[in-house]
């Protein structure tokens, strides 16, 4: 299945109290379930004890499948300069409760969407 632009709101004009953009590469049920919610999730890092958002700085690149966004929520400070994360604790990190496990989330912008399943480890 090819990938479909579902929206972009670009150029956004971002507030001065945002950050971003950030880009995440993803199937499209998390683009779907991000959209819906206006939140971003993140569950516990591989070879870390706790939980955080993760995403990469700048635009979603052409040819990937994901989403674009900005949030008010600053990224740790600390972290590699292609990568940001939100860790659980964090002022602006949230969590929610799913049905099989809990996971952190902030609130975002999302700006743009580009479905496809190459990228997809969903049990769908």
Known sequence: MESELVFSRLPYAAE???HGPFHRIQCAHLNETMCASGLIG???SYGVGFRRVHAYTGSLPDGEDGIEFWTRVRPDPG???????WSEGSDG???LDL???EIV???ATIVKRV???AHCRCNR
């Open 99 to 101: 049905t099989d496990r």
């Open 115 to 117: 479905d496809g399943y």
């Open 93 to 95: 990190v949230g969590t």
């Open 79 to 85: 972290t590699p300069p292609h990568l940001a994360y």
């Open 42 to 44: 993140g569950n516990r």
């Open 16 to 18: 001065q109290d945002e």
């Open 105 to 107: 989330t902030i609130a």
